[in-house]
């Protein structure tokens, strides 16, 4: 198999026995006819009922509705967007010329929809278990507390927010290094926050997702009483 493909089922924690669904969870209908809408359609009731299961387990005190609103915000675009940017799957869709040329890699609702059919094929290629794990780890270190979620602020926002509530310091994020050819990078981000000198790293595909990601380890620290 494609070796960035190997890679990707390290980062997924799961090895295809039929690497030919991971391939088709990654082609667009402007490549091939054989595309990921299917397994997309998949993809988004395993993700819907392994996140409900997550949220009923660790939110146990939190009523039906706001573990739905919680749900809505997990599984809306923008945090699939997110999850695939770190998983680094801009760099192995399989695009149409034109679908490349237009910024189809970079597209947040090609991105969401490649995410889902990939947790489609995992099911498909090993049962419920199997895609729930794979669930598991992607959202281990998304903060699903109630008022983060409920209101629908990325990590970024959420920390800018939590910090500027008691009149401290936006945090500063900056690029650590960075791995990898041109076209298929990964950032290391370094965010800090000045006042309790509390320093914080994230990796993902793009600066803006490793950005992200070390807002969230920020946060986790913050206000885990850890300052």
């Known amino acids: 198999m494609n070796p960035d493909l190997l890679a ?8 295809f026995a039929q ?23 998949l993809g988004d009731s395993v993700l819907s009922l392994a996140i409900s299961g ?16 919680i749900r809505a915000n997990l599984v809306k675009q923008d945090t699939l967007h997110g ?4 998983l680094g799957l801009p760099a192995l869709l399989r695009l149409g010329e034109g679908e490349v040329r237009s910024g189809g890699r970079q597209r947040p609702s090609i991105l969401a929809d490649a995410l889902e059919a990939v947790l489609g094929a995992v099911y498909l290629d090993a049962g419920f278990d199997a895609a729930n794990a794979v669930v598991q780890r992607l959202f281990a ?3 699903l507390r109630p008022g ?9 926002t959420a920390l800018q927010e939590w910090l500027q509530g008691r009149k401290m310091k936006l945090p500063q994020y900056r690029v650590a ?26 990796t993902g595909a793009s600066r803006r997702a490793a950005e992200q990601a070390a807002a969230t380890e920020m946060l986790q620290l913050l206000t885990q009483g850890k300052t």
Not at 148 to 156: C, I, L, R, S, V
Not at 187 to 199: I, K, S, W
């Open 54 to 69: 997550l949220l009923y387990q660790r939110l146990s005190r939190q009523p039906e509705g706001d573990l739905s609103r």
């Open 8 to 15: 990707l089922q390290q980062r997924l924690g799961h090895r």
């Open 148 to 156: 983060q979620q409920a209101q629908g602020k990325d990590a970024k």
């Open 141 to 143: 270190k998304v903060d």
């Open 83 to 86: 999850l695939a940017e770190q």
């Open 177 to 202: 290094s960075t791995h990898g050819e041109a076209h298929r990078q990964t950032f290391e981000v370094v965010c800090e926050v000045a006042e309790t000198g509390q320093q914080a790293r994230g």
């Open 19 to 41: 690497p030919e669904l991971l391939e088709r969870a990654l082609t667009h209908r402007s490549y091939s006819a054989q595309h990921y809408e299917r397994l997309e359609f």
